[in-house]
């Protein structure tokens, strides 16, 4: 239970600290993507960006820079993870699961777009684009002939540990009438995890009987109309 007097003492270095690590996340991203001399370039950039250093400056404790630091953080750990994933495409369902290195970095990325979540409601936007993202990996390694469940597990653990770490915020005063976290948000996570989970159930079932990708899109096309 702080105190006024110590909120206002502490608040407004946030911004600051939050800014540099921006800067910092930014050199990995660059360095991970490209090599080390981008991403130098690109936390260079960053650091000097007008709007950035706006919303990083001393005093300015409104969430802006909250955005900034976990969305960069989120779409980092995201960049690390893929990178993970198709350096292991030939994994198999139960060595994926025992894989710590996937895992780990699941997990960090679910924690970071819940972070950015509880900053900004906005973020399901970016929830939307990692779920396209990883629907349309599946689909085209489903069509080379490299069925791989596990990669729907990885965005449902995206979507499922977000959810459990804004649902205490659900519906404040009601569901109807919640000022951030209502009935659309809700519809949109149970939307997901429903859709992520029928694919991977409807995924097991065609690797299963062997059926072929045109097969498999027909039953799902069906399945989507009947629903």
């Excluded at 976990?70 to 894989?99: H, P, R, T, W």
Aim: aromatic share 18%.
């Amino acid at each position: 239970k702080p105190t006024l007097q110590s909120i206002n003492n502490f608040a407004p270095f946030i911004p600051q600290a939050m800014g540099s690590l921006v800067v910092i996340l930014a050199y990995f991203v660059g360095k991970r993507i490209w090599d080390k001399k981008i991403g130098l370039l690109s936390a260079f950039l960053v650091g000097l960006f007008p709007s950035f250093m706006h919303r990083s400056l001393l005093g300015n404790t409104d969430h802006h820079v909250g955005e900034m630091f976990f969305s960069a953080l989120a779409m980092m750990c995201l960049i690390f993870l893929v990178g993970e994933i198709y350096k292991k495409e030939g994994l198999n369902l139960k060595q994926a699961i025992k894989d710590r290195k996937i895992l780990l970095l699941s997990f960090l990325t679910a924690v970071a777009l819940g972070f950015y979540l509880l900053v900004w409601v906005g973020a399901v936007v970016f929830f939307a684009i990692t779920f396209l993202f990883f629907v349309l990996y599946y689909f085209s390694q489903y069509f080379y002939k490299k069925s791989q469940e596990w990669i729907l597990l990885v965005c449902l653990l995206i979507f499922i540990v977000p959810f459990l770490m804004i649902l205490p915020w659900f519906g404040n005063p009601d569901i109807l009438n919640a000022r951030l976290y209502g009935l659309s948000q809700l519809a949109f996570f149970v939307a997901g995890i429903f859709s992520l989970s029928f694919l991977f159930f409807a995924g097991s079932l065609a690797k299963k009987y062997k059926s072929g990708p045109i097969k498999f899109l027909g039953i799902l096309i069906f399945s989507v109309f009947m629903i």
